[in-house]
C-alpha cells in the first residue's frame, strides 16, 4: 500500500502545500511548521531539511489537506 507513495522531503512537502495556497503559521519552539490554507484545511509538517517525511506521516498529510497521493505525485 506505502509504494504509491514517494519518499519525499520536508521541503518538498512545504513546497506542494505553497503551491496549493497554504500559509506557514508559526509554531514556537517545535521542529514543526503549521500550514493552513484560507478553506480552514490545515497540517503540520516536521521540519528536519535533510530528511524524508515518513510514508505514514504523509498519508496523515494527505488526508489532513484531501489530496490523494496521485494528485500529489502530479504537483511535485
Known amino acids: 500500500m506505502?509504494?504509491?507513495l514517494p519518499m519525499v522531503t520536508a521541503r518538498q512537502?512545504?513546497?506542494v502545500l505553497e503551491h496549493l495556497g497554504f500559509h506557514h503559521r508559526p509554531l514556537t519552539g517545535t521542529g514543526h511548521r503549521r500550514y493552513v490554507h484560507p478553506d480552514g484545511r490545515r497540517t503540520t509538517v516536521p521540519f528536519h531539511a535533510a530528511q524524508d517525511v515518513g510514508?505514514?506521516?504523509?498519508?496523515?498529510?494527505?488526508?489532513d489537506?484531501?489530496?490523494t497521493p496521485e494528485e500529489f505525485k502530479r504537483l511535485l
Do not use: N, Q, S, T
Not at 506521516?57 to 488526508?63: P, T
Open 2 to 4: 506505502g509504494h504509491e
Open 13 to 15: 512537502v512545504i513546497a
Open 55 to 63: 510514508r505514514g506521516l504523509l498519508r496523515k498529510i494527505l488526508r
Open 65 to 67: 489537506i484531501d489530496l
